[in-house]
């Protein structure tokens, strides 16, 4: 049977979801009319001859009451730091079930909760299908890419959560704080087009509503609640009656009318953005475009919220109002003449039978306090000096600390150490030795607030390497599959690594050796005097 026939099946029969069709193209419109099978479920029979009429049609769940299921749809790379960090520290510690998305997004899969809406933006970037809604599901494909879920939180292999509640209560809060901006707009119109509700005789209903449309449309109102401000108006507060069917029409020339103006400032302003280099403030681009009223600025702020999403430019990471334009100068790569070899790393339990490392990889040990971090470390460090120059940046100890640390390798004397320690605790990225033959070595790379730079930090640290290989320990709470940034800290390093409790776990490998997938795999260990590894299991899949 074909992979997402055989999928679709699964989902129906294993976890008790109501599957249909979906269109492969970018629309992701289901092939069938899918709103009956809310409330029941097709049989295995339909499923087959769905997949036999479009085999190689994407994998919908019906979300909502009758399936139990609650999708969160995160936009991480659109969110400013302040949101994201929101967002992260309310999210569970344990995993539930979490897809990828093509456009680098996340859909995380709760049980079901009636106290989440099935709507767009329930918080900035983040939206929710629930009752009357679906989703893709992997191992679907559109035009943009796959759809896939993380290694260490696949729905065969973890189960299915509860929203958090301090999340929920976030999420109620944005709501709330949105629906009460759009009634108090909307009495604050009708109030002052009408004269206090004074009737608007014939013979101005026609110009005065066209007036009211004009302005609604420059609030940014989305379009239903403008029309229906509009309706009160035309029922209520006219004489006789404005008709309704033309209440469109007028909607529609105000429409035109705003964005006639909007795309004039629109050409400014990216005329004006494309001849910046680094990051600017939108008060100054107000300023030098001479925007004056506060319409114009409105337009000139939309604006930018469009090149936002068209990742044209972005946001500063720590700083409201400012932007940067991205820089769309990229180098070539010649994958034809590429040197393929692998830096041959001797890793403390045989790691290097598993995985591959290339230049230019990032490795990350998340572990728990006293859980054996700097002693693995260690002990890289004496497999591989002979072979590698390793500089070694540590934040904690001092010069008699780490000789007596490095004494306690009894096969070791003191003066046979050849690597390069250094003393470092932040801006690691400008410190990294760069090249071929070199192993960076951060032990670690301290957090204690905004975990969600753990990502940024990784990545700066990436861009320096040039060949060379950075190996970063940082810290992880007990019982959690990732270290401190959570998800963020997954993205750049090739291999991921957690220890707690005397056991490694590989969260990560993405380049195997060999045919055996080596994600997820466990291993135990004792340690003694501080320093020396014994291995106490093999390798395995826990249980």
Not at 84 to 99: G, H, N, R, Y
Not at 206 to 211: G, S, V
Not at 434 to 457: A, M, Q
Not at 469 to 486: E, R, S
Request: glycine share 6%; aromatic share 10%; charged share 25%.
């Amino acid at each position: 049977m074909p992979k997402l026939a055989a999928s679709a099946l699964w989902y129906l029969k294993n976890k008790d979801f109501s599957v249909i069709p979906i269109k492969e193209d970018n629309s992701k419109k289901p092939y069938v009319k899918w709103e009956k099978f809310q409330e029941e479920q097709p049989d295995e029979e339909q499923l087959k001859r769905w997949w036999t009429d479009w085999p190689s049609a994407n994998i919908g769940l019906i979300t909502g009451k009758h399936t139990n299921l609650t999708v969160l749809d995160f936009d991480w790379q659109k969110m400013n730091p302040e949101q994201k960090q929101q967002a992260e520290s309310t999210l569970p510690t344990v995993f539930t079930p979490i897809a990828y998305t093509p456009h680098g997004g996340e859909h995380r899969y709760f049980t079901y909760s009636p106290e989440v809406p099935h709507k767009v933006d329930v918080y900035p970037f983040v939206d929710c299908r629930n009752d009357g809604g679906y989703i893709i599901a992997p191992p679907s494909r559109i035009p943009d890419g796959e759809y896939q879920w993380y290694d260490r939180a696949k729905i065969n292999q973890t189960q299915l959560r509860e929203v958090p509640k301090e999340y929920i209560n976030i999420i109620k809060e944005y709501i709330n704080k949105y629906s009460s901006y759009i009634e108090g707009e909307a009495t604050n119109w009708l109030h002052e087009a009408t004269n206090g509700y004074n009737k608007i005789q014939k013979g101005k209903r026609d110009d005065t509503l066209f007036h009211i449309a004009n302005s609604l449309s420059k609030t940014r109102l989305p379009i239903e609640e403008v029309q229906y401000i509009l309706r009160l108006i035309g029922l209520y507060c006219c004489e006789p009656a404005f008709p309704q069917k033309e209440i469109e029409a007028k909607i529609q020339s105000a429409l035109m009318r705003s964005a006639k103006k909007d795309l004039g400032i629109a050409e400014e302003v990216r005329q004006w953005v494309w001849a910046t280099r680094g990051y600017f403030a939108a008060t100054n681009m107000h300023k030098e475009l001479q925007l004056a009223t506060r319409l114009d600025i409105r337009a000139a702020n939309a604006e930018l919220q469009r090149l936002c999403k068209r990742d044209e430019i972005e946001r500063h990471p720590n700083k409201n109002g400012i932007y940067r334009l991205r820089d769309r100068n990229v180098e070539g790569i010649n994958f034809l003449d590429a040197e393929i070899e692998t830096v041959n790393i001797q890793f403390p339990f045989g790691l290097e039978n598993m995985v591959e490392i290339m230049p230019g990889n990032i490795i990350v040990v998340a572990g728990t306090p006293n859980s054996g971090k700097t002693a693995w470390l260690l002990n890289l460090i004496a497999d591989n000096m002979d072979k590698y120059d390793i500089h070694y940046f540590n934040s904690e100890m001092g010069e008699g600390e780490l000789a007596k640390r490095l004494r306690n390798f009894e096969d070791i004397e003191i003066e046979n150490w050849t690597f390069n320690a250094w003393e470092r605790s932040e801006g690691f990225a400008d410190v990294i030795k760069p090249g071929k033959g070199v192993i960076n070595i951060i032990d670690f790379l301290e957090i204690y607030r905004d975990f969600y730079e753990v990502g940024g930090l990784l990545a700066e640290i990436h861009s320096k390497l040039a060949g060379a290989v950075a190996i970063v320990a940082i810290q992880k709470n007990f019982n959690v599959g990732v270290g401190l940034g959570g998800m963020r800290s997954l993205e750049k390093p090739r291999l991921y690594l957690a220890m707690e409790n005397g056991k490694m776990t590989i969260t990560k490998a993405k380049n195997w050796k060999g045919d055996q997938n080596p994600n997820g795999k466990t291993i135990h260990f004792k340690l003694a005097k501080g320093c020396k590894f014994i291995e106490v299991d093999e390798w395995s899949i826990e249980p």
